[in-house]
């Protein structure tokens, strides 16, 4: 089989429907299960919770990355973040009048 993943200079990456950041979110969360895996596995945790923690955090981040990728799109989680950082409102104390007050200039 042969896939293709760039389309084209200027395209964003995309691999079986994930776009951009999500294939990174998706290739670093199963790296990051697989790793959890073996730290149980060495540390000497049952097998079983072993078997059943693998697959059901493998199914976990593809789920839960294929979902934000569809809700989102390309730039949406990015953008969802930074409309956190910004204000709700702005808080001003200042005087109403004060704004309307003519700087008188001296010749």
């Not at 896939?3 to 199963?30: D, M, P, S």
């Amino acid at each position: 089989m042969e896939y293709n993943i760039n389309k084209g200079i200027g395209r964003t990456v995309e691999f079986k429907g994930l776009k951009a950041q999500y294939l990174f979110i998706f290739a670093g969360g199963l790296l990051g299960v697989l790793i959890l895996l073996m730290v149980l596995y060495m540390a000497g945790v049952n097998t079983y919770i072993c078997l059943f923690t693998g697959p059901s955090g493998a199914s976990l981040i593809v789920w839960k990355t294929f979902s934000l990728n569809q809700k989102y799109g390309e730039h949406g989680l990015m953008k969802a973040g930074a409309k956190k950082r910004h204000p709700k409102y702005v808080i001003c104390r200042k005087a109403v009048h004060r704004y309307f007050k003519r700087k008188i200039t001296k010749q």
